[in-house]
T-cell receptor, first 113, second 111 residues
Framework: SQQGEEDPQALSIQEGENATMNCSYK?????LQWYRQNSGRGLVHLIL?????REKHSGRLRVTLDTSKKSSSLLITASRAADTASYFC?????????????FGAGTILRVKS | SQTIHQWPATLVQPVGSPLSLECTVE??????LYWYRQAAGRGLQLLFY??????ISSEVPQNLSASRPQDRQFILSSKKLLLSDSGFYLC??????????FGPGTRLLVL
């Protein structure tokens, strides 16, 4: 079953605007990760935030984590047409034999130029 | 640097035929390896993961199996494909189990 659920399912914005995507999860986590997928391609890791962190930045990306609400958000500032992709959150469900990630269904972002 | 390869990129197979998808990783040793399936417009479903040669964990009951004959080789197989096996199959690796690095994927269409 999927633990992470992204919201919204789809988002369409103009170039230059900010895009915010949200992720909710159900169980305790070690970390939460965001990935990006261009159509028909593999996933690319964007950013990892640990359970003891509240906010993290990487370039135009800002991720927040609220463990009390079991939610995270990904903010892309000053969006570009090249940011058009699907974005997935993934929670770390550690197992005895190695960490496993549980992915949400994703948010499809379209940035119009 | 590390690279991950998957082949073939696209595959069209008839129902009931066998399947073998291969994934290899270069530039790292003893990685964790993963097989995922992604249905159209959906998230990823973990199928199998492996922490070492011959060590395979299955996540969901299904028509597929996985093997790891070498440290950096992960194979996804089926003896008889079903229509429901169609999808986008992604292989990934990680070291120390955090960030996962994905291959380019194989698109499988079962007719």
């Amino acid at each position: 079953s999927q633990q992470g659920e992204e919201d919204p399912q789809a988002l369409s914005i103009q170039e230059g605007e900010n895009a915010t995507m949200n992720c909710s999860y159900k169980t305790s986590i070690n970390n939460l990760q965001w990935y990006r997928q261009n159509s028909g391609r593999g996933l690319v890791h964007l950013i990892l935030i640990r359970s003891n962190e509240r906010e993290k930045h990487s370039g135009r990306l800002r991720v927040t984590l609220d463990t009390s609400k079991k939610s995270s958000s990904l903010l892309i500032t000053a969006s570009r047409a090249a940011d058009t992709a699907s974005y997935f959150c993934a929670t770390d469900a550690s197992s005895e034999y190695g960490n496993k990630l549980v992915f949400g269904a994703g948010t499809i972002l379209r940035v119009k130029s | 640097s590390q690279t991950i390869h998957q082949w073939p990129a696209t595959l069209v197979q008839p129902v009931g035929s066998p399947l073998s998808l291969e994934c290899t990783v270069e530039g790292t040793s003893n990685p964790n390896l993963y097989w995922y399936r992604q249905a159209a417009g959906r998230g990823l479903q973990l199928l199998f993961y492996s922490v070492g040669i011959g060590q395979i964990s299955s996540e969901v009951p299904q028509n597929l199996s996985a093997s790891r004959p070498q440290d950096r080789q992960f194979i996804l197989s089926s003896k008889k494909l079903l229509l429901s096996d169609s999808g986008f199959y992604l292989c990934a690796w990680s070291v120390q189990g955090e960030t996962q690095y994905f291959g380019p994927g194989t698109r499988l269409l079962v007719l």
